[in-house]
C-alpha cells in the first residue's frame, strides 16, 4: 500500500537558519511520481515541485532544494536561509503511475514551519 | 481570473440547511477533485471527476454531494451537515495522469 510519512509535525526556526523537512514514502510500483506542498496561513495548497522514480537528480530552485534517494526511499526538501515568509504547512506527495485520465495523491501529514525573525 | 477559484471563501451554516460550494479552474484541465482538510487529520480525497465523470468516491456521506457540469466547474452540495463536517474544503484540478493537482483557497465551513 502507498503511504506517505512526514516524522515532523512542527518546526520552529530563526531566520536565516537553513531547515530541512523530511519524506519517507512506500510504495510497491517502480514508476511513481512524488510532490511537495506549500499551505501558507490563507490556506491554499501552492505546488512547489514535481519528481518521478526514474529522476534521482537533486533539484535546486533559488533557496529551495530536494534530495530524493530511492534507496532510503526518502524525498527530503531543505529551505536554505530561511525567511518568515517561509512559515507555512509543508505537504509531501505521492502518486503511482497510474493509466487513468487524473492523479491519485497520497498526502503526508504535513510538517508546519515556523520561521520567527 | 487565474487558477482556480472557489467561493464562498468562508460559510457559517445550521444542521438543516441546504447550501452549495462552487469551484471554477481556469488552466484548462480535465480533472477535478474536492478535498476535506480538518484540523488534526491529514488531506482527506472526496471526490474526483475526470472528463466530467465521476471516477472516484471515497466513502462520503451522502449528505455531500458532488456535480460537474462542465469540464471547468464543479459545485458540492452540502444539507444536513454534521458539526463535525466543519473543515476546510479544498478543490483542485489536473491535466492528465501523475501530473501535479492545482488547488483553490478553500472554502471554511463552520456547521453550527
Known amino acids: 500500500a502507498q503511504k506517505v510519512t512526514q516524522a515532523q509535525t512542527e518546526i520552529s526556526v530563526v531566520e536565516k537558519e537553513d531547515v530541512t523537512l523530511d519524506c519517507v514514502y512506500e510504495?510497491?510500483?517502480?514508476?511513481?511520481?512524488l510532490f511537495w506542498y506549500k499551505q501558507p496561513p490563507s490556506g491554499e495548497l501552492v505546488f512547489l515541485i514535481r519528481?518521478?522514480?526514474?529522476?534521482?537528480q537533486n533539484e535546486i530552485s533559488g533557496r529551495y532544494s530536494w534530495n530524493f534517494q530511492k534507496s532510503t526511499s526518502s524525498f527530503n526538501f531543505t529551505i536554505t536561509a530561511s525567511q518568515v515568509v517561509d512559515s507555512a504547512v509543508y505537504f509531501c506527495a505521492l502518486s503511482e503511475a497510474f493509466t487513468g485520465g487524473y492523479n491519485k495523491l497520497i498526502f503526508g501529514a504535513g510538517t508546519r514551519l515556523a520561521v520567527h525573525p | 481570473e487565474t487558477g482556480v477559484t472557489q467561493t464562498p471563501r468562508h460559510l457559517v451554516m445550521g444542521m438543516t440547511n441546504k447550501k452549495s460550494l462552487k469551484c471554477e479552474q481556469h488552466l484548462g484541465h480535465n480533472a477535478m477533485y474536492w478535498y476535506k482538510q480538518s484540523a488534526k487529520k491529514p488531506l482527506e480525497l472526496m471526490f474526483v471527476y475526470s472528463l466530467e465523470e465521476r471516477v472516484e468516491n471515497n466513502s462520503v456521506p451522502s449528505r455531500f454531494s458532488p456535480e460537474c457540469p462542465n469540464s471547468s466547474h464543479l459545485f458540492l452540495h452540502l444539507h444536513t451537515l454534521q458539526p463535525e463536517d466543519s473543515a476546510l474544503y479544498l478543490c483542485a484540478s489536473s491535466q492528465g495522469p501523475n501530473n501535479e493537482q492545482f488547488f483553490g483557497p478553500g472554502t471554511r465551513l463552520t456547521v453550527l
Open positions: 519528481r518521478n522514480s526514474f529522476d534521482e
Open positions: 510504495t510497491r510500483d517502480t514508476t511513481y511520481y
